[in-house]
């Protein structure tokens, strides 16, 4: 079974940027599309944007512009680069397989202060 570990998460100013980081177990990784989703309390889990195993990628219209998705087949890992952050971006963020998903991993918190 596929496990999913989300890092790079932190605190930062409106403005700033960060860079997540989802390593996933397992070899079949690379045919899978992959996708960064974020939660707040109370809601649903937003998909915010997917990879394709050929590197297709998209956005929601709340980050595209701003976050940018990449993939690193070689090292089973998906990327999030998030720059010019707002407060609204403040959320727990996890990646999975969008349409499929298979077990969350613990996500990763991001804080994004005014």
């Known amino acids: 079974q596929v496990q999913l570990v989300e890092s790079g998460g932190g605190l930062v100013q409106s403005g700033g940027s960060l860079r997540l980081s989802c390593v996933a177990s397992?070899?079949?990784?690379?045919?899978?599309?992959m996708g960064w989703y974020r939660q707040t309390p109370g809601n649903e889990r937003e998909l915010v944007a997917a990879?394709?195993?050929?590197?297709?990628?998209a956005y929601g219209d709340s980050v595209r512009g701003r976050f940018t998705i990449s993939r690193d087949n070689a090292k089973n890992t998906v990327y999030l680069q998030m720059n010019s952050l707002k407060p609204e971006d403040t959320a727990v963020y996890f990646c999975?397989?969008?349409?499929?998903?298979?077990?969350w991993g613990q996500g990763t918190q991001v804080i994004v202060s005014a």
């Open positions: 397992g070899s079949v990784f690379r045919i899978y599309t």
């Open positions: 990879v394709s195993n050929s590197g297709n990628t």
């Open positions: 999975n397989t969008p349409g499929t998903p298979g077990p």
